[in-house]
T-cell receptor
Framework: DQQVKQNSPSLSVQEGRISILNCDYTNSMFDYFLWYKKYPAEGPTFLISISSIKDKNEDGRFTVFLNKSAKHLSLHIVPSQPGDSAVYFCAAQVGYGGATNKLIFGTGTLLAVQP | KAGVTQTPRYLIKTRGQQVTLSCSPISGHRSVSWYQQTPGQGLQFLFEYFSETQRNKGNFPGRFSGRQFSNSRSEMNVSTLELGDSALYLC?????????????FGPGTRLTVL
């Protein structure tokens, strides 16, 4: 049972435009959500996170939105740059504050930013 | 600070053999988690160790085991290898003092089972 789903395996956008990556989850116990970026032959790199008490978190060009009633989160990248081309993973966990580090990952979305 | 290191980076084994992978966390990090990445299943949680104790466990058979040493370094072992165990095995470490519980990943060990 896939508790975290990324339904778009790939996304292509033009440089300078907005990239929107989506993620849905089924477990209402999740209370912390993260986005990771992964280049080939490297481990995932943490990008941005959001706790369930918030609906938005910004960090530079990256913004994550959380809609708890729809069990949906999205990552916006504005403006998109060619260096953003990578696989993006959405992840979720139950618990917060050092009690657990069990992340449930989605299957990833390959973002290609065209120059 | 040095990042998470994993050894070896690549490994080829045959069915029925066993394998041990090693992970050295970021200095000061006491939590080490292991994940398996396959094309079909994505990234799946194997287990987490904290202060030499297994704190969380994923849904993998008993052939997958791990341990953590007093210096926080961790090893995972897979016995009686199957073709389906071919995957990228990732290790991640985190600090219990982090308010964001960010996990930092190593580059992974690519295991191929023939």
């Amino acid at each position: 049972d896939q508790q975290v789903k990324q339904n778009s395996p790939s996304l292509s956008v033009q440089e300078g435009r907005i990239s929107i990556l989506n993620c849905d989850y089924t477990n209402s116990m999740f209370d912390y959500f993260l986005w990771y970026k992964k280049y080939p032959a490297e481990g995932p790199t943490f990008l941005i996170s959001i706790s369930s008490i918030k609906d938005k978190n910004e960090d530079g060009r990256f913004t994550v939105f959380l809609n708890k009633s729809a069990k949906h989160l999205s990552l916006h990248i504005v403006p998109s740059q060619p260096g953003d081309s990578a696989v993006y993973f959405c992840a979720a966990q139950v618990g917060y504050g050092g009690a657990t580090n069990k992340l449930i990952f989605g299957t990833g979305t390959l973002l290609a930013v065209q120059p | 600070k040095a990042g998470v290191t994993q050894t070896p980076r690549y490994l080829i084994k045959t069915r029925g053999q066993q394998v041990t992978l090693s992970c050295s966390p970021i200095s000061g990090h006491r939590s080490v988690s292991w994940y398996q990445q396959t094309p079909g299943q994505g990234l799946q949680f194997l287990f987490e160790y904290f202060s030499e104790t297994q704190r969380n466990k994923g849904n993998f058979p008993g052939r997958f085991s791990g341990r953590q040493f007093s210096n926080s370094r961790s090893e995972m072992n897979v016995s009686t290898l199957e073709l389906g165990d071919s995957a990228l095995y990732l290790c991640a470490s985190s600090s219990e003092f982090s308010t964001t519980d960010t996990q930092y990943f190593g580059p992974g060990t690519r295991l191929t089972v023939l």
